[in-house]
């Protein structure tokens, strides 16, 4: 992979008085920023718009948006224009942690869920405007009560969505099919034969195929055209290199099929994505 694709560790620091950082965000301008840090992110968009890179995603928000991201998970946010809303970032043993009270559970599984990535649904997120608005005026434990509050709804939200398909943070407990796509993943340029990858999964072609659709819904090549178009994306934002350079950095070896596939999947050529979302 390009040394331009890699994110940026970054520290996390706690707001002043706190144990977790909170940013407010009132006309704001969000500039790409590939990166990823050990603490849990939670960003809730009350007005603007843009387009959220998470992991594997590239996908445009509209307020009312929020998403949480797990630790090590490389994200950016671009917006268009400016917005409003919160940033909220904390180390996940504040809630995940042995003998947690069951009173936490719809957090917990939230934050083990984010390890992809979270998006949230637009009415969840207009419910927890009031406390986002409460935690503002608060201070002291009734900031971080509030906190909690919101990452309870948010927890109980039955419409929330993984945003990327694989974990960036594998440890032990990742299975081997995530294993091997995220081997995909981080080998993108090169090809990838049904057979390679069934093989690593030890399944054979038409099983595996069944599985891949029937566990993520779209198929292995869907897949693998999928995250070419996202690095694409990424490319035409963070990089000054001709288009017909990016058709083949992301992994694409035809560039009129490059065009083709990436209006089908974004509505703009790529001339026309990089002069709308590229900064200036």
Not at 91 to 103: G, L
């Amino acid at each position: 992979m390009l040394t331009a694709m890699k994110p940026v560790q970054e520290m996390v620091y706690a707001t002043p008085g706190y144990s977790f950082c909170i940013q407010r965000l009132e006309h704001r301008r969000l500039h790409f920023n590939w990166h990823y840090h050990e603490d849990v992110e939670l960003i809730l968009i009350a007005r603007g718009e843009g387009h959220i890179h998470v992991g594997d995603l590239v996908k445009a928000y509209k307020a009312p948006a929020g998403f949480l991201i797990g630790p090590a998970l490389p994200h950016a946010f671009l917006s268009i224009d400016t917005l409003d809303g919160w940033i909220i970032q904390f180390p996940a043993k504040h809630i995940s942690y042995a003998n947690a009270p069951s009173e936490f559970a719809a957090i917990v599984n939230a934050l083990a869920e984010s390890k992809k990535g979270l998006s949230f649904s637009p009415s969840t997120v207009m419910d927890c405007l009031p406390a986002l608005r409460d935690m503002d005026c608060s201070v002291g434990l009734e900031k971080w009560l509030e906190v909690l509050k919101i990452l309870n709804m948010l927890g109980q939200d039955e419409d929330r969505e993984f945003c990327s398909l694989v974990p960036h943070n594998l440890d032990g407990q990742a299975d081997h099919f995530e294993q091997a796509i995220t081997q995909v993943y981080n080998t993108i340029d090169k090809a990838h034969s049904l057979e390679d990858i069934s093989k690593t999964v030890g399944m054979k072609v038409g099983s595996f195929c069944k599985a891949f659709r029937k566990r993520y819904g779209l198929s292995f090549v869907e897949y693998v055209h999928s995250i070419r178009i996202t690095i694409a994306k990424k490319l035409l934002i963070q990089t000054q290199f001709y288009i017909d350079d990016i058709c083949y950095e992301s992994g694409f070896n035809n560039v009129s099929f490059f065009n083709r596939k990436f209006k089908e999947a974004t509505g703009l050529t790529p001339s026309q994505y990089r002069k709308r979302y590229r900064e200036t």
